[in-house]
């Protein structure tokens, strides 16, 4: 930023601090405070419609209200996070606060009062506090980096929010004493301690409001299963450019892929749902490998775990795992076949009223059978699929599915009686997705083996018959995936 010329005065003279100023910011002496103040014209009507979200908002705020109808509910957005000194990480709303109101902006908080004597929930009032927008008649607005709009751009107004939400809004700076009058209030920690400090609740209170929210999350609806189709649509698309670039990534390294991925994530929809594995070669067998730093080299696989946020926060995860030149070696494709028989199978589990671990019994059943066979597993697959022995997730590792919604790892506050060790209902969207890992440095694999990984993941409706994969349009068939790599390897 270009600095502005130093002020009048005399060495060591500086005009009083205004807020928001940092210490290598330019001084504002009073006159050019002063000259900034006018001459501006009025700021431009905006017209805003109601958002197509906010009657799906409004109906899950009464679902919350009639859990606790008696009590004060309070739910901030969060507030922005430092990245180094002064500037921030881009900001993401807490999902819980995002799914009440689909308010995408910081420092807000909903308040949702008890309904009168003989009300219905859905008639519990609730109001939403946001900042105004800047006032010119204040410095702020142009010395403010993290809120003057002459720096960080406008923001929607409390009449702009009421409008696009339809929530009653309020000014923040109402907030404390509306607190300070409410009952018995329960408050979602952690995502802004100015409110967690201003409301006197109790922690086991809060845990249950923060569990009884993820439980809430578990069925999705129409609004939210049409986004995370946006979502893995968009995913799709970015698949596609990875495997167009891949010339490219060959003669430059993992960054590349994730490159090539970030931009379409951004262009389609808000940004990654979560940081992409781009793990090529040896790093498939590193669960989380998100350094994304290392060589494309052809001849071997690439395991792409990545996924697009939409516009409105709901998040895609998918897994492929692809030979890099677009043809398999017969090792790899040995290996790959058995994930994709166990994938494929666990796929087929899923229906409503089976239990949410039964794509995953399924999954591991089929390749501890196969691990027996390859004389890989020390023991038989019937005993290693026994609660006390589980020798086969030395090659497994992980589960094989999680609830999927605005958040990767959705719907996390769950008691286990209902997400875990719960069972599978209508309308939720789960991750199938096991995976074959053979470490490069494991001497119980055979040694053409080692240095494989192989993860497949797909994103799956629960319908009220059976199921939807809603990420059906990425191959995963091994044919399929040559024939289709093939379509889109440039020349
Ligand atoms: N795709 C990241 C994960 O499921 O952990
Ligand atoms: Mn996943």
């Keep these: ?85 002064d500037t921030d990480y881009r900001f993401r709303p807490g999902s819980d606060f995002f799914w009440l109101t689909g308010e995408p902006g910081e420092d807000a908080v ?45 923001r929607r107004g409390l009449d702009e929010v009421a409008a696009v939400s339809g929530l009653e809004t309020a000014p923040l700076a109402e907030l404390p004493a509306a607190l300070a009058q409410l009952g018995r209030t329960r408050v979602l920690r952690g995502y802004d301690a100015g409110v967690d400090a201003g409301v006197d609740a109790t922690r086991d209170a809060d845990d249950e409001l923060a569990v009884v ?23 799709v698309l970015g698949f596609e450019d990875v495997i167009r670039e891949l010339p490219r990534a060959i003669r430059t390294s993992e960054r590349w892929i994730e490159g090539t991925f970030d931009r379409r994530a951004r262009l389609a929809g808000n940004d990654v749902g979560y940081g992409s594995i781009c793990a090529c070669g040896p790093h498939a067998t590193t669960l989380h490998w998100v350094h994304n730093d290392g060589v494309v080299r052809p001849g071997e696989l690439m395991l792409l775990d990545m996924g697009v946020e939409s516009r409105e926060l709901y998040t895609a995860d998918v897994t492929r795992t692809l030979p890099i030149n677009g043809r398999w070696t017969e090792p790899q494709r040995r290996v790959y076949d058995v994930v994709h028989r166990a994938q ?72 286990s009686e209902t997400y875990r060790d719960g069972t599978l209902a209508p309308g939720m969207v789960l991750t199938v997705e096991p995976g074959l890992y053979f470490q490069p440095d494991d001497l119980t694999v055979p040694a053409e083996l080692r240095g494989i990984g192989v993860r497949i993941e797909d994103d799956v409706l629960v319908t009220d018959t059976g199921r939807r994969n809603l990420s059906e349009a990425l191959p995963r068939d091994p044919d399929e995936v040559e024939r289709w790599m093939a379509a889109l390897l440039p020349g």
């Design 110 to 154: 909903l308040v949702i009062r008890p309904a009168d004597d003989g009300a219905s929930a859905g008639d519990a009032p609730a109001t939403l506090y946001v900042h105004p927008r800047s006032d010119r008649s204040t410095a702020a607005f142009f010395t403010d980096r993290r809120y003057g709009e002459l720096w960080v751009g406008p």
């Design 344 to 415: 494929r199978a666990a796929v087929e589990a899923v229906r409503p009223g089976v239990d949410f671990l039964e794509p995953h019994r399924v999954a591991m059943r089929v390749i501890a059978a196969t691990l027996e066979e390859w004389g890989i597993l020390p023991v038989s697959a019937e005993e290693s699929l026994q609660k006390d022995s589980g020798l086969h997730q030395r090659y497994t590792l992980h589960g094989t599915s999680h609830m999927l919604g605005l958040d990767v790892h959705d719907c996390a506050s769950a008691r």
């Design 213 to 235: 929210l993820s439980e809430l999350r578990l069925i999705k609806d129409d609004h939210e299963i049409a986004q995370l189709s946006a979502a893995i649509a968009a995913t």
């Design 1 to 85: 930023m270009t600095e502005m010329p130093a002020p009048e005065g005399g060495p060591g003279v500086r005009p009083e601090a205004v807020p928001g100023q940092e210490s290598h910011d330019v001084d504002v002496p009073a006159g050019l405070r002063d000259f900034m103040a006018q001459g501006w014209a009025p700021p431009l009507a905006v017209v805003v419609e109601q958002a197509p979200w906010a009657p799906y908002a409004a109906k899950r705020r009464a679902a919350l209200a009639a859990r606790f109808p008696t009590e004060a509910l309070v739910i901030p957005s969060g507030t922005l996070k430092v990245r180094a000194n």
